[in-house]
């Protein structure tokens, strides 16, 4: 335990507080800061002055940042506490979306909502008193909320960027009850059961060999059922982040299930590098499992290369982890700037690898959604199914149909918006 020694207090005792109630907030964030980086930030501050924002922003950010995950949620708090004039009206807006006035018309950012509940707790936000002279009436308001959505079916279709951090626990522990069932493959091979349709003639005569040569028991057979692999790409870049880690959760509760039937799960992340972490997911402590995934992966948060990364996986892995009729799929939004040529071959050697390919986009969750990237456009053809991963139903939805092989999701419609457009 170090030993600090006495501090000098700056000129103004109520940066002290503030500085402490930032770190509060940070904390019931999710970011884990204790007694001793306080006294840091605040020695930090006094030797590099405060009247500069920037230089302000990046001492406190060194002090209480050490993961490429809590940078989004440090700046939105920073943005809210700091910098934004309106913050408490703009928070009390975003909690109490019935009072209008300072509500803003647009959703929440990436952790914004997490900032705001963190800044607001212990706060107890009081309703705008209405204007009258004469005496007040208290009216009685009956409101029948038997059509209106349940809290749980709320948060089964609630966008995960859009989640406050008890939301996000809630749709963690939703995943983990979730399950991935595949239907077996039929295969050449087959198997003794008094069921089959066939006629092992082989067994058959060799029985009643052993019985003198009377026939007495016929022996069927019916095909042995053979188990796919799944194999998952999950892209961990700055724009998916957030959907990763909440999806990694989903897939930590895949490879662990029992009786799912998938023969092997495979996961791979990708960002500017391409990660193999399937060993950790094996781990049965999810919070361990994730931990040492992203300690493996060093491209958190960073760039994308989807070409580069999936020619490494078609290099190095394929023939490794594709066997017994796998079924990929492959999480990302598309957004990359690499060449779309060489990423159309990747995708496309990928898909013929693979029993079936699905992807799943995040931004399928806007209406107006387009295949108008160059990312996109290129993948888009070389998939089986595209769909949206971007809330709890929609992995629900992804257990119904990854079985199907006739589903295409949303693939037909917008390869008619691609045709159009060309």
């Given at each position: 335990?170090?030993?600090y020694?006495?501090l000098?207090i700056?000129?103004?005792?109520k ?35 405060f ?5 302000f ?14 940078r989004?949620?440090?700046?939105q708090?920073?943005r ?8 408490m ?12 006035g ?27 008193e209405?204007?009258s002279?004469?005496?007040?009436e ?5 409101v ?38 595949v239907?077996?493959i ?5 198997m ?8 092992d003639?082989?067994r058959?005569l060799r029985?009643?060999?052993r ?66 972490i399937?060993?950790h ?16 992966a060093?491209d958190?948060e960073?760039?994308t290369?989807?070409?580069q ?9 394929s023939r ?15 957004l ?11 995708i ?10 699905i992807w799943?986009?995040?931004?399928l ?9 160059r990312?996109i ?6 998939v089986?199914?595209?769909?949206a ?11 119904y ?22």
């Amino acid at each position: 335990m170090p030993e600090y020694a006495p501090l000098d207090i700056p000129d103004d005792p109520k940066l002290v507080h503030n500085i402490t109630h930032f770190a509060r907030a940070l904390r019931k964030a999710g970011l884990p800061i204790g007694s001793g980086r306080v006294i840091d930030a605040i020695r930090a501050v006094e030797a590099a002055g405060f009247t500069d924002k920037r230089d302000f922003y990046w001492t406190l950010h060194a002090c209480f940042v050490n993961k490429p995950e809590q940078r989004t949620v440090f700046a939105q708090i920073f943005r809210l506490y700091w910098r934004d004039p309106r913050f408490m009206e703009h928070m009390m807006s975003m909690m109490l979306p019935a009072i209008r006035g300072v509500q803003e018309d647009r959703s929440a950012q990436a952790a914004e909502k997490r900032a705001a509940e963190a800044l607001l707790d212990g706060i107890t936000p009081e309703l705008p008193e209405g204007d009258s002279d004469g005496p007040e009436e208290e009216t009685l308001i009956e409101v029948d909320a038997s059509m209106t959505m349940s809290s749980e079916e709320r948060l089964r279709r609630l966008d995960f960027e859009q989640m406050s951090t008890e939301e996000v626990a809630q749709a963690k522990r939703m995943l983990a009850r979730l399950s991935l069932p595949v239907q077996p493959i039929p295969s050449r091979r087959g198997m003794v059961s008094p069921q089959g349709q066939r006629v092992d003639w082989r067994r058959t005569l060799r029985a009643s060999m052993r019985q003198g040569g009377e026939l007495h028991d016929i022996v069927r057979r019916k095909p042995r059922p053979r188990w796919p692999n799944l194999v998952v790409l999950c892209d961990i870049s700055g724009s998916m982040s957030q959907y990763s880690r909440i999806i990694l959760h989903f897939l930590h509760a895949v490879s662990n299930a029992k009786g799912a039937g998938w023969a092997k799960v495979h996961a791979f992340t990708f960002g500017t590098r391409l990660t193999n972490i399937t060993r950790h997911l094996n781990q049965r402590d999810v919070d361990a499992a994730l931990a040492a995934a992203g300690a493996e992966a060093q491209d958190w948060e960073g760039g994308t290369r989807i070409g580069q990364c999936l020619e490494a996986f078609n290099r190095d892995w394929s023939r490794r982890v594709m066997g017994q009729g796998a079924v990929v799929l492959l999480i990302t939004d598309g957004l990359d700037r690499d060449d779309p040529d060489a990423l159309a071959r990747q995708i496309e050697r990928l898909h013929l690898s693979a029993r079936r390919l699905i992807w799943l986009n995040p931004l399928l969750r806007w209406d107006g959604f387009a295949p108008k990237a160059r990312g996109i456009a290129a993948m888009l053809p070389h998939v089986d199914s595209f769909r949206a991963g971007h809330s709890v139903a929609s992995l629900q939805d992804l257990a119904y149909v990854i079985s199907r092989p006739d589903d295409v999701g949303e693939k037909a419609r917008l390869m008619a918006q691609l045709q159009r457009g060309g």
